[in-house]
């Protein structure tokens, strides 16, 4: 059975930093390609970033480059996500799961979902 554990959402100011963490269980995490993905009040989920399980390949989405990271540890089942330099339009919950590219865009895996970790960029 796979479980999708986050946290590390906090309520914090325009600038500042978080890092957020997702821990997995129930299918083979090192050799899988994760995602975060995220959802804004009143809108769709979207994808975030994407680590490769082979040779940890990251690629983001416009709105996050050059501010977000993704980074694993296949020895704790744990894929983290660094947000620097947070801006309201990041609030949101987030979520990883199992990723893959497919039709031209990062898609889940898995159509059960954690709990996901709230984030809110306020003044």
């Known amino acids: 059975q796979v479980q999708l554990v986050e946290s590390g959402g906090a309520l914090v100011q325009p600038g500042q930093t978080l890092r957020l963490s997702c821990t997995a269980s129930?299918?083979?995490?090192?050799?899988?390609?994760l995602c975060w993905f995220r959802q804004a009040p009143g809108k769709e989920r979207e994808w975030v970033a994407f680590?490769?399980?082979?040779?940890?390949?990251?690629n983001y989405a416009d709105s996050v480059k050059g501010r977000f990271a993704i980074s694993r540890d296949n020895a704790k089942n744990t894929v983290y996500l660094q947000l620097n330099d947070l801006k309201p339009d990041d609030t949101a919950v987030y979520y990883c799961n199992r990723g893959l590219y497919s039709s031209g865009r990062y898609i889940p895996v898995y159509g059960t979902w954690g709990q996901g970790t709230q984030v809110t960029v306020s003044s």
């Open positions: 680590i490769s399980g082979i040779d940890t390949t990251t």
């Open positions: 129930g299918f083979d995490f090192s050799g899988s390609g």
